[in-house]
């Protein structure tokens, strides 16, 4: 009997032993899971904090009010509740680290536009701004077309960027030559020939098609040599090959600014060829942005054609310029079309927190919805 109470006890004293290491290790772990929550709670709130601070500062127009990528003390983009572009276009172009820093925040961010029917909009080229990897992309359909090897400054750009359509030549037997460009011109909203140098029966076949474009309410670039023929008309104005080719026939220095095109009077360029416009009644809203030095002669003009704009370069390829020019030409045709975004896509970025702020602005006088992303 004695035997069996000692088994009893012995039973009873483990069973209450390992009922209090099981109480014991379900406090611990309420308890943990409690502090997880709290701490998981306190890092949303910080996060979200810092959302609403970055959408708070973007909505006003910043410190100083004409603030710039050296002067800005605060980041605003908004002037009374309507985007300024050009302030959301030197946003875009500051590095993302000082933004970051301007913001005081520690987390990642990306900013982005929405309108009414939920597409991700292109506000002057700018699809969205802030972390660098995140995936954007224009949602448009473009075309470019080059005749020479020696002549596609703007071919990669064009397939990268705007994942343009590629045409080359005048082969019948290739189905990505001119005659298949002016088959399929109507599907594209911008389009860009790069030295085209037609024949005369390519012009012809041409004109018409690319003049209906334009006057749809679409962009067009051209840059060199429209035909070997002199005075070629297309789209309002008369195209001309210079007679002179030495680097003073070359040489054009700024006159003009444009809205889209980031260079200032008085800049001056060398041409690798000297092609010009003349203005005629077609071209509406003419302006002359850069002329030669020697003649005065159109190098570099922006006019109207119907409801739809047009941009001459005299060629792609310049030299003793202080920068990148067709990186100037490449931002051109960026800011100048109009459009949608593709969706915004945060593809190979696993957050391990994530909030995000929706705030409502004007843009052309339409109420638009911006989004911050912010994450961890």
Not at 43 to 60: P, Q, R, T, W
Not at 362 to 376: A, R, T
């Amino acid at each position: 009997m004695n035997i069996m109470n000692s088994k009893s006890q012995a039973w009873f004293m483990d069973f209450a032993i390992a009922l209090l290491l099981f109480t014991f290790t379900l406090a611990v772990y309420f308890s943990y899971t409690t502090n997880f929550q709290k701490q998981e709670k306190g890092d949303l709130d910080i996060m979200l904090s810092d959302a609403k601070s970055i959408s708070s500062s973007l909505l006003l127009s910043g410190y100083p009010g004409d603030w710039d990528n050296i002067t800005v003390i605060r980041i605003g983009i908004a002037d009374e509740q309507k985007i300024n572009a050009t302030k959301l276009k030197t946003f875009k172009k500051m590095g993302y680290n000082s933004t970051k820093r301007k913001f005081a925040t520690a987390y990642n961010y990306f900013v982005f536009f929405v309108n009414e029917n939920g597409d991700v909009m292109n506000i002057k080229g700018i699809c969205g701004s802030g972390y660098p990897l995140t995936n954007i992309s224009y949602n448009i359909k473009s075309a470019y077309y080059y005749s020479d090897e020696n002549d596609k400054f703007l071919k990669n750009f064009m397939n990268n960027t705007f994942h343009a359509d590629i045409y080359f030549g005048d082969n019948p037997s290739d189905f990505n030559d001119i005659d298949s460009l002016i088959s399929n011109i109507s599907k594209y909203n911008v389009i860009v020939l790069e030295h085209p140098d037609l024949t005369t029966p390519n012009y012809n076949d041409l004109k018409a098609p690319i003049e209906n474009f334009t006057s749809n309410g679409r962009l067009v670039m051209l840059s060199g040599q429209l035909t070997t023929s002199q005075g070629k008309n297309l789209l309002g104005a008369d195209f001309y090959k210079k007679s002179g080719q030495s680097i003073s026939d070359r040489n054009a220095s700024v006159n003009n600014t444009d809205e889209y095109l980031s260079l200032a009077v008085g800049e001056s360029f060398v041409f690798a060829q000297a092609y010009y416009i003349e203005n005629t009644s077609g071209a509406a809203q003419f302006k002359q942005i850069m002329t030669f030095n020697t003649d005065g002669k159109n190098s570099l003009s922006k006019w109207s054609y119907g409801n739809g704009s047009v941009y001459f370069f005299s060629d792609f390829d310049v030299s003793f310029f202080n920068g990148n020019f067709v990186g100037v030409v490449e931002e051109t045709a960026e800011s100048a079309i109009e459009g949608t975004c593709a969706p915004i896509s945060l593809a190979g970025i696993i957050p391990k927190k994530f909030v995000k702020t929706e705030r409502y602005l004007d843009y052309n006088s339409k109420v638009v919805k911006m989004v911050v992303y912010l994450w961890q």
